[in-house]
């Protein structure tokens, strides 16, 4: 993925970790396993059965989870370099892959 040096960074990382968050929260809907009302995506992994692999550390999972809150107020925060964001996607490409695995088709 690319992406331009105009690009607001802030914007693609909450809605990469909103994207994670929606994925992992479908799967365990699926798995009829209810899932607080939270954007904690470590505390959401957690719930999920260990038979289901779904390829997110919990390191990946608190630098996502910041995103879910801290990137809607980016005056208040550091700039998310471009590198940072990109990483950020692929992280959200490799948790969608996953989880769609186990979705019905």
Same mark, same amino acid.
């Given at each position: 993925?690319?992406?331009?040096?105009?690009?607001?960074?802030?914007?693609?990382?909450?809605?990469?970790?909103?994207?994670?968050?929606?994925?992992?929260?479908?799967?365990?809907?699926?798995?009829?396993?209810?899932?607080?009302?939270?954007?904690?995506?470590?505390?959401?992994?957690?719930?999920? $059965?260990?038979?289901?692999?779904?390829?997110?550390?919990?390191?990946?999972?608190?630098?996502?989870?910041?995103?879910?809150?801290?990137?809607?107020? $980016?005056?208040?925060?550091?700039?998310?370099?471009?590198?940072?964001?990109?990483?950020?996607?692929?992280?959200?490409?490799?948790?969608?892959?996953?989880?769609?695995?186990?979705? $019905?088709?």
């Amino acid at each position: 993925m690319t992406l331009n040096d105009d690009c607001p960074t802030e914007v693609v990382c909450f809605h990469a970790q909103q994207g994670v968050e929606k994925y992992i929260k479908a799967l365990l809907t699926l798995l009829d396993i209810d899932s607080p009302k939270s954007h904690d995506l470590g505390e959401l992994l957690k719930l999920l $059965p260990q038979d289901k692999n779904i390829p997110l550390t919990i390191h990946e999972a608190e630098e996502l989870t910041d995103y879910a809150v801290s990137a809607r107020y $980016p005056d208040d925060n550091e700039l998310i370099s471009i590198l940072e964001a990109t990483q950020v996607c692929e992280i959200a490409k490799r948790v969608s892959s996953a989880v769609r695995t186990y979705l $019905p088709r």
